[in-house]
């Protein structure tokens, strides 16, 4: 089957970093993405690597290691704005597959 | 420039009904995508096109099916209508695959 595992729901500080994880198995497998929905929003792209490292777009960033399977999204400087659920998904065949999604709780 | 449209924003629809989506993309681009979401299932899959051909298909049953015209409109199809049918019906766009997807607002769609 295809699938992919990251936690449910994170807690943070505002101003504080934070990292959320995702490890995939899926038969296809072009890019990682990271999309942030708000409740009662659509998601919104924020980052793709179709090849393994980082990739920095202002306070955010993202990593991809393919040999492992495995990605992650880190947000720096985190504002209360940022607290939203954020989804990894697998660019497959014309496709994206979801991850359920990490919900970011941000205490001020 | 414009988002993605979808339209309409809300609706209840009886079961046994039917229901048609629509979906207007960003100009210039020519891959659209649906995705259901429910609180249960997450984000799932439900067809692809790309000038006018569906190039993939999610695990929906035949009730679903979906089109898009020459001009890169969507428009995607429920027929018989279930009650596990209610979710947020959401298209994305985009130039292509591998690039990222700018969804619409989506269609919440209530089966009563």
């Known amino acids: 089957g295809q699938s992919l595992e990251q936690p449910s729901e994170v807690t943070a500080v505002e101003g504080a970093i934070v990292q959320i994880n995702c490890t995939y198995q899926?038969?296809?497998?072009?890019?990682l993405s990271w999309y942030q929905q708000h409740d009662g929003g659509a998601p919104t792209f924020l980052s793709y690597?179709?090849l393994d490292g980082l990739e920095e777009t202002g306070r955010f960033s993202s990593f991809l290691s393919r040999s492992d399977s495995y990605g992650y999204l880190l947000l720096q400087e985190l504002q209360m704005k940022d607290s939203a659920s954020y989804f990894c998904a697998v660019d497959s065949n014309y496709q994206l597959i979801w991850g359920a999604g990490t919900k970011l709780i941000i205490k001020p | 420039k414009a988002g993605v449209t979808q339209t309409p924003r809300y609706l209840i629809k009886t079961r046994g009904q039917q229901v048609t989506l629509s979906c207007s993309p960003i100009?210039?681009?020519?891959?659209v995508s649906w995705y259901q979401q429910t609180p249960g299932q997450g984000l799932q899959f439900l067809f692809e096109?790309?000038?006018?051909?569906?190039?993939n298909k999610g695990n929906f049953p035949g009730r679903f099916s979906g089109r898009q015209f020459s001009n890169s409109r969507s428009e995607m199809n429920v027929s018989t209508l279930e009650l596990g049918d209610s979710a947020l019906y959401l298209c994305?766009?985009?130039?292509?695959?591998?690039?990222?997807?700018?969804f619409g607002s989506g269609t919440r769609l209530t089966v009563v």
């Open positions: 096109y790309f000038s006018e051909t569906q190039r």
């Open positions: 100009s210039g681009h020519r891959s």
């Open positions: 994305a766009s985009s130039l292509d695959a591998n690039y990222g997807y700018t």
């Open positions: 899926t038969s296809g497998f072009y890019g």
């Open positions: 690597n179709a």
